[in-house]
């Protein structure tokens, strides 16, 4: 499935994929998550009368500015979710939009906490810190709209008050997103040492646990960040940006800051708050966004709607 594609021949091919695979698979329900498969997954279902539980995982750079891709995705939608039974959104605004532009029937929604988190797997951990350096930690895929350019911009700010403070990136390269921030960028940031690429990972535990502070001045559509729930569930404060998905995570000056969108001095004000908050002071707003994610955003809560939703449909 070529995923950033528009070409309808092959978004057809791709329906006919899904039509094989299900007619084989036989399966009672079908859980389908991002746009393609929420829309062309449903369609080739609904024609072999399977159940269908869709989730709406944020809505990317599609509906940030609108355009021919913004409407001709929004009739896909519509066909595709009316013939779907549940579908799940994960923040209150992409519900709202939704219903607003009558593309679905409120009935078969619900809110989902993002994608929850697991918070014992991402639980607080004690680290020694043996170089002193404060650290700043931006965990994403590599792409401007994830706020990377603004970060690095408040990095440049912030080098020029403070030494011993330490700009992180974490997150791989995604080429063949239209976004992508190459490598010759990053390497040129590294050797400027505005920041430190540590390159990617599928555990990401040591490196929130080793950072004083979680970044993410995201202007990208998200649905609720990852990285700031695992963030958060680990006791880290947080810093993102007052803007759909992200917002929903940070109570301001109680577990983290809101900055505004593309602004790097509003950022580096922020990450200015931070880094002159004693330990204790920091210590207690982890405190508050750990309790926040045990309260609002555990992986049960998502885990039991969705065995729900089964359980009605079937």
């Avoid at 950072?211 to 958060?232: H, K």
Wanted: glycine share 6%; proline share 2%.
């Amino acid at each position: 499935m070529n995923r950033k594609g528009t070409n309808p021949v092959e978004d057809m091919k791709t329906t006919i994929q899904f039509y094989r695979l299900y007619k084989k698979i036989k399966p009672d329900v079908v859980l389908h998550f991002t746009i393609k498969p929420n829309i062309y997954g449903t369609i080739a279902a609904r024609l072999l009368n399977i159940k269908i539980i869709n989730n709406i995982a944020g809505l990317g750079t599609l509906f940030i500015k609108e355009n021919f891709f913004t409407k001709i995705a929004s009739l896909l939608y519509k066909y595709s979710l009316n013939k779907s039974n549940v579908i799940f959104f994960q923040n209150n605004e992409d519900f709202e939009l939704f219903i607003n532009r009558k593309l679905v029937q409120k009935k078969k929604c619900d809110i989902l906490p993002g994608s929850g988190v697991n918070i014992n797997k991402f639980k607080p951990r004690k680290v020694k810190n043996n170089d002193n350096k404060f650290k700043f930690l931006l965990m994403s895929r590599m792409l401007w709209n994830k706020g990377i350019g603004e970060y690095v911009e408040a990095a440049r700010l912030i080098n020029k008050k403070y030494s011993n403070v330490e700009f992180q990136l974490l997150g791989f390269i995604d080429k063949e997103n239209k976004n992508a921030i190459s490598e010759q960028q990053i390497q040129k940031w590294a050797e400027e040492k505005i920041i430190n690429y540590l390159g990617s990972s599928d555990d990401v535990r040591n490196f929130i646990a080793n950072a004083d502070c979680i970044v993410l001045p995201s202007y990208y559509r998200e649905g609720i960040p990852r990285s700031l729930l695992e963030a958060a569930s680990m006791a880290k404060v947080i810093i993102t940006t007052d803007t759909i998905g992200c917002r929903e995570i940070v109570n301001e000056g109680i577990n983290g800051f809101l900055c505004k969108i593309k602004d790097a001095k509003d950022l580096a004000s922020k990450m200015e708050k931070v880094l002159n908050l004693t330990k204790d002071e920091r210590n207690k707003m982890g405190r508050a966004g750990r309790e926040k994610i045990l309260a609002e955003f555990n992986e049960t809560i998502v885990i039991n709607k969705y065995l729900k939703a089964i359980k009605n449909i079937i």
